[in-house]
């Protein structure tokens, strides 16, 4: 049963240190995409990557979050330093592209920034 | 631009009662839409999807969706309320814009009564 793969599930830091979450896409898929869940936003689209290329971080506070595809079975979502307000539920999904817009999501990292 | 529009972010239906989600949605193009389903502490499921094929979309666990163009609808219904069936539901359109993107709405929240 093939099924997308997050690490780590809970994270509990301070404000100021970097986290690094990563996930592993189900293989064969080429694409994938980071969201963030809050209660206040909702569902929000990070980013997203085909074939390992970034093609829209436009949804990332990029002065402190990084997306990064190092290889085809590992993606991984940086944020450095962490601040309070990032304190979320991280998704992230892959997809088969070519087409298929269905998108399978892993189980969340949830983030809380002290 | 694609967009989606839930009706209640919280519906609440007693046990063998009929459920019914209502998912409005905005796209330039014929669209592809999705049933999402998370329960707590995971992430989305699809539940089914709809790609112009047949109106009438089956899904797991019971739940079907028609799409109605006319009315811009793709309403979620099941027959008979299980207790289960309590979680979040999130309908979702394509962003035909190349980018394999989907839109989501902001979820409904099913309760089930007893």
């Known amino acids: 049963d093939a099924r997308v793969t997050q690490t780590p599930r809970h994270k509990v830091t301070e404000m100021g240190q970097e986290v690094t979450m990563r996930c592993q896409p189900i293989l064969g898929h080429n694409t994938v995409f980071w969201y963030r869940q809050t209660m206040m936003q909702g569902l929000e689209l990070l980013a997203y990557f085909r074939n390992r290329a970034p093609l829209d971080d436009s949804g990332m506070p990029k002065d402190r979050f990084s997306a990064e595809m190092p290889d085809a079975t590992l993606a991984t979502l940086k944020i450095q330093p962490s601040e309070p307000r990032d304190s979320a539920v991280y998704f992230c999904?892959?997809?088969?592209?070519?087409?298929?817009?269905?998108?399978?999501f892993g189980p969340g990292t949830r983030l809380t920034v002290t | 631009a694609q967009s989606v529009t839930q009706l209640g972010s919280h519906v609440s239906v007693s046990e063998g009662a009929l459920v019914l989600l209502r998912c409005n949605y905005s796209s330039s193009v014929p669209p592809y839409l999705f049933w999402y389903v998370q329960y707590p502490n995971q992430g989305l499921q699809l539940l089914l999807k709809y790609t112009s094929a047949a109106t009438l979309v089956k899904g797991i666990n019971g739940f079907e969706a028609e799409f109605k163009k006319s009315e811009t609808s793709f309403h979620l219904t099941k027959p008979s309320a299980h207790m289960s069936d309590a979680a979040e539901y999130f309908c979702?359109?394509?962003?035909?814009?190349?980018?394999?993107?989907?839109?989501f709405g902001q979820g409904t929240r099913l309760t089930i009564n007893p």
């Open positions: 999904a892959s997809g088969l592209g070519g087409g298929s817009y269905e998108q399978y």
């Open positions: 979702a359109v394509s962003e035909n814009q190349g980018a394999q993107k989907l839109v």
